[in-house]
Structure formats: structure tokens, C-alpha cells
């Protein structure tokens, strides 16, 4: 295991290890978020798997409610506190107050390890989770049954074909999901998903095994590709056209309780957006293409609002943020100013949506407007009324392997 894997693992809290292990604690461990195998031994060894399949190994104890893990570079121990031990979950936090929570599973399985039906060796099924995670992540959505299990079968036929080049494919995409999971903006976090996507739509142009395969099919099933723009490569999914114009009505709909887009002006404004995208500004199209995960991300943060806090998060708004600024911050100074023109092209977008007929290029750029400056301005609010800034935090739907 690299140094700045084994760094992601065990942060930098030393201490001296304790004398005994805690029964409970031995067994098989998966920490889905960072692609993690713990294995907990009762001889007091430990073995930790990194995303990438390496593994270290040496000796671990607890007691007082610490783990010590043993570095086998250095010999020291390093520390976490244990939040949570009931059996089938385990979590453990660093000196940093970073979260590693983990589920049993079943013996930590090598790479290549014969099926439980006597069958040929087959992935690792880390590594298929790390599929079924990617997949989720596109298209922004849990799963089914059926769907994992496709998604199964193309890693195991892959893994057939040529283990080792299955293998640099599960590292390249981890990769990309671990440039994901260190970032916390919505925003962010949608233009790594959005790379994936526009790498994936131009791969399958010329790639008929590609686009007939089971991660195709699911991502045209729940969020095909409407829009492409040959300049810059990007694409415009289902799911952040519905995106931008749920964000319109949930922004709106603070000041003016009840708003909603009416079917045909919604699909109007669809209509304008999918044909117009290419023509959009650089600016505009970066609100277009993150505003499914923005979305999801302030609508479930408003759901975990207190009522004083969505009182606060709602006068942001409708009010010019006067009510809702950060301590000490002045009239006029850059937050209140952001809310103010949040609050302005709010009631703008009200009044032209509410009577569009036909097509509306000036509607339109007021929602991209809109939905950039209201992001940053909701993530302000947000985070000064006592919320989080961080997609993460708000458990996306699709995170579930």
C-alpha cells in the first residue's frame, strides 16, 4: 500500500498499543465510502485492503474504546475512537473527526478467488462494489436487483476476458469516485460526475460493446444523454434538466408559497434548454449540468432544517438576506448582496415563467443566472444557520454499496 493510501487509512493519531482486543471487534470489515477491507483477526493480526487491492499487514488490540492499528513501516500504533461496535457495524473516528464506518461482511476475498459454486475464479467483490458505486454515482440513483445483478455479470464476463486489464479498469475508476468523495461542494462534486458521463458518451461512439453494455443500458434507462455540446465535450442528462427546473420552483417557492412550473411551461423550458444548450455560456452550462446533484443536496438539507432554520434559510431570500447574514457581516457586504440578486431574478423567473408562451432565451438565462448565484448563495445560508455545505453529509440515495 502506497504512502498516501496507507495516510488515508490510519491518520496521524499515535499512541501506544493496548493490551487487549475486544471480541467483538474481529471479523471481516467493508467500509463502502472509501472501498476499504478490514480484517480483524482474534490472534490479534490485522489485514487492511486499500482501493487498488494492495494490503498491508500487522498487529491491531483494543480496549478503553480505542483501536490500535500497528503501521508495519514504522511500528507505531495508530488510533481511532470507536463510536459504534453492535455486531454488524463498526465506526471509527480519527484525530481529525473523519468517519470510517463499517459494515460486516463476509472473509476478505483475493482477487481471482474461485466461486462459492466451484465455478472459475471470478472479480473480487470489492471490486464489483466499486462498479455498482460508479454506476450509482451517474445516474444518481439506488439500484435494483436486477440492475446489480447485470452489472455483476459484465464484471465477471470482463474479469474473464483478461483479469488484468479488469483489474487497471476498477483502479481507474475508483480513482475517479475517490476525486468525488474528497471534494464537499454539490457543484464540484457534479462536474467530476459530469466528466464521467461526457467521457463515457464520447467512448461508446465508437465503441459497440460499450454502448451495448449493461452500464449503458442503465444509464439510458435513468439518465440518457439529451444534449451535447461538440465544443467543450459536455453533456446534458434527464436527470439535471429536472434538476435545474426543481431547483427553480424550490427557490421560488420561499417567497412565493405553492410555486410550481406548470407542465407546459415546464416542457417549454425543456424544450429550450435541450435545443439551446450548445449556445449557452460557458457559465450557464456549468449550472445546467451540476444542478441535479445541487439540487437533491439543498432539497434534502431544507428537510433537515428545524423550522427556525428554514424560517432564516426562506428570509435569505425573499427578504435580500438581512435576516440571515453571517456575524458581523455589513450592509452591502458580498453575501447580502448575493442574496439580494438571488432574490431578484427569483421573482423575475416567477413572472416570466408564470405567462411564457413559446420559447423564452431570456427566461432561460435568468434560471442558469439563477441557479449558479443561488447555489452559492444557499450554501452560505446554510451553512450560517448551522447546516452543511457538505453533498456528502446529506446521504445521497444512490450511496447504498
Known amino acids: ?27 471481516e470489515w467493508l467500509c463502502g465510502r472509501y ?24 498487529v491491531w488490540s483494543a480496549e478503553n474504546g480505542v483501536l490500535s492499528l500497528q503501521d508495519p513501516g ?5 488510533t481511532y475512537s470507536i463510536k459504534q461496535a453492535d455486531g454488524t457495524a463498526l ?9 470510517l464506518d463499517f459494515e460486516r461482511r463476509s472473509p476478505l476475498p483475493p482477487a481471482g478467488t474461485p466461486s462459492t459454486s466451484g465455478g472459475a475464479p471470478g472479480p473480487a467483490e470489492e471490486q464489483v462494489r466499486t462498479y455498482l458505486r460508479f454506476v450509482g454515482f451517474l445516474v444518481n440513483r439506488p439500484l435494483s436487483e436486477e440492475d446489480a445483478k447485470s452489472i455483476r455479470e459484465q464484471a465477471a464476463s470482463a474479469f474473464t476476458k483478461n483479469p488484468d486489464e479488469f483489474a ?36 461508446r461512439m465508437g465503441n459497440q460493446e460499450l454502448d451495448r453494455s449493461p452500464i449503458m443500458r442503465i444509464i439510458d434507462q435513468y439518465c440518457p444523454v439529451l444534449a451535447h455540446d461538440p465544443a467543450t465535450g459536455l453533456v446534458l442528462t434527464r436527470n439535471d434538466l429536472a434538476g435545474i427546473l426543481d431547483y427553480v420552483e424550490f427557490v421560488q417557492g420561499l417567497g412565493q408559497p405553492g410555486f410550481a412550473l406548470d407542465p407546459g411551461t415546464r416542457d417549454t423550458l425543456a424544450r429550450e434548454i435541450v435545443g439551446g444548450f450548445p449556445s449557452f455560456s460557458p457559465e450557464q452550462k456549468k449550472a445546467y449540468v451540476t444542478a441535479g446533484l445541487a439540487s437533491e443536496w439543498l432539497k434534502k438539507s431544507w428537510r433537515a432544517m428545524n423550522e427556525e432554520q428554514k424560517k432564516r434559510f426562506a428570509a435569505g431570500f425573499t427578504q435580500g438576506g438581512q435576516s440571515a447574514p453571517a456575524p458581523g457581516a455589513a450592509p452591502g457586504d458580498p453575501f447580502s448582496q448575493g442574496v439580494a440578486q438571488g432574490r431578484r431574478m427569483g421573482q423575475e423567473i416567477g413572472r416570466q415563467a408564470g405567462s411564457l408562451q413559446g420559447g423564452c432565451p431570456r427566461c432561460l438565462t435568468i434560471m442558469a443566472d439563477m441557479n449558479t ?14 447546516g452543511t455545505g457538505n453533498y456528502w453529509e446529506v446521504k445521497p440515495d444512490w450511496q447504498t454499496w
Do not use: W
Open 1 to 27: 500500500m502506497n504512502k498516501i493510501a496507507l495516510a488515508l487509512v490510519l491518520s496521524l493519531c499515535f499512541a501506544a498499543p493496548a493490551a487487549h482486543a475486544a471480541p467483538d471487534l474481529t471479523g
Open 35 to 58: 472501498n476499504l477491507f478490514l480484517s480483524l483477526q482474534g490472534n490479534g493480526q490485522y489485514a487492511l485492503r486499500d482501493p487498488n487491492g494492495q494490503t498491508v499487514r500487522s
Open 74 to 78: 514504522s511500528g507505531r500504533s495508530i
Open 91 to 99: 465506526r471509527l473516528v480519527d484525530a481529525y473527526g473523519i468517519v
Open 168 to 203: 487497471k479498469e476498477v483502479r481507474m475508476i475508483d480513482g475517479s469516485m475517490q476525486k468525488a468523495y474528497a471534494l464537499t461542494d454539490p457543484v464540484q462534486i457534479g462536474l467530476v460526475r459530469q466528466a464521467l458521463m461526457a467521457g463515457l458518451f464520447r467512448e
Open 373 to 386: 448565484q443561488s447555489h452559492a448563495t444557499a450554501l452560505n445560508i446554510i451553512e450560517n444557520i448551522g
